[in-house]
């Protein structure tokens, strides 16, 4: 640890030393931050005070013109506190205030609004000039003040501020994004309909086709740039054609968006196990019908012959989904037995409760609503349309 803090700290300084050293860099402002702490053991995720205590530090040629020359603000105070603690959420308005970024006005009224929906109160959109400051006692009462004096100094800057700069956050958020989909996918799904000829030129067996049917479905989820991180959830199709949030719509176009490329080869696979009915079901019309008509003992053996051809025929779909449910149900308890036995583990929650959700997303959404529910479907519709045609 002590090696990469020292290779750590002459990168800050090096950093440190070229703002000072060039003109134009002079005005700019350093933050160095960690994204958690460690315990003795050099371990994180808890919530000892070592583990929740972060580093914050800002740092700027300009700040000596502001300081009496000390090298450090204040006194080392005592253990993770070393000069002085700060709220988090003290840090956005911060970096709104140095940038002049006129968006926290926005988001103050919607904190504002929680605050006057949970207790009783005048507005602070009506109430905020009426309410007397010095004499207010009570705490909505102060924010409400705090409030008014907040709005009475924006509004004093924004009148020597350029009204493009305090409206250009809030304009690329009103803006609708104009491409919603993954375009790089495209391509991709080019190379699926390849692959699809290809097996379907392959003549495979119904057990080839389901196995080939596991891979290609988590191969396909994963080469779409999704993974078993929540973080890379793509939501960009969840609310296409959507007026207001539906739980229901936007979880199933969230679902379908990201299990696109699984989606894809449940359809293909139910037009290869097509494709091996049809090709058994004519080579055996064709068997039956070419030699001439057997002795009686040599008939019955034949219709027998072809009932229980016909029989694995017809139960070629259940072969394929039994197997990919014995295949679901070892991978969801192995999932599950390893999430019981690490639940004390480092990871528990940034990387195996993940895995849990994806699995039960796989159980659930894919393999039964998608290969056993839409699958049959398919598949029936395919076989009806066969024989009707």
């Given at each position: ?8 700290d ?9 703002m ?14 960690g ?13 000892s ?19 009496n ?68 006692s ?199 037995a ?20 994806f ?23 395919g ?7």
């Open positions: 640890m002590l090696p990469k803090q020292s290779e750590m002459g990168i800050v300084q090096q950093i440190y030393t070229a000072r050293q060039n003109t134009h860099l002079q005005s700019t402002l350093m933050i160095v931050c994204d958690h702490g460690m315990n003795d053991a050099g371990n994180h995720g808890g919530s005070p070592g583990e929740t205590s972060t580093g914050l530090i800002f740092m700027s040629p300009k700040f000596t013109q502001i300081t020359g000390s090298s450090c603000p204040t006194d080392p105070k005592h253990s993770f506190e070393f000069y002085h603690s700060i709220e988090q959420s003290d840090i956005v308005p911060t970096l709104a205030d140095v940038d002049k970024v006129w968006l926290l006005l926005e988001n103050a009224r919607q904190v504002l609004q929680l605050i006057e929906a949970t207790g009783p109160g005048p507005s602070f959109e009506q109430a905020s000039s009426k309410l007397s400051c010095p004499d207010s009570t705490d909505i009462q102060e924010l409400g003040c705090d409030w008014q004096e907040i709005s009475q100094l924006l509004e004093a800057r924004s009148r020597d501020s350029s009204p493009d700069d305090a409206k250009l956050l809030v304009y690329h958020l009103d803006q609708p994004p104009q491409h919603m989909s993954r375009v790089t996918n495209v391509p991709l799904f080019l190379i699926l309909d390849t692959q699809l000829r290809f097996l379907r030129s392959a003549h495979l067996s119904a057990l080839d086709i389901t196995i080939t049917s596991i891979l290609l479905q988590h191969v396909s989820f994963f080469a779409l740039g999704n993974s078993n991180s929540i973080s890379s959830i793509d939501l960009s199709n969840a609310y296409n054609g959507v007026g207001g949030y539906n739980v229901g719509l936007v979880g199933f176009l969230t679902f379908v968006s990201n299990w696109a490329g699984p989606l894809w080869w449940t359809s293909a696979t139910v037009l290869l196990l097509l494709q091996h009915d049809f090709t058994r079901r004519d080579r055996s019309q064709v068997k039956a019908s070419s030699p001439p008509p057997p002795p009686p003992s040599e008939t019955s053996e034949l219709v027998g012959t072809h009932s229980t051809t016909r029989n694995s025929q017809e139960s070629s779909l259940f072969n394929h989904l039994l197997c990919l449910t014995l295949f679901t149900t070892i991978t969801t308890l192995s999932v599950m390893a999430c019981t036995a690490l639940r004390t583990h480092l990871f528990i929650w940034t990387v195996f409760s993940p895995k849990y959700l699995t039960m997303a796989w159980t659930i959404g894919q393999h039964l609503v998608v290969n056993v529910l839409f699958g049959s479907l398919l598949f029936w519709c076989d009806v349309t066969r024989l009707v045609g």
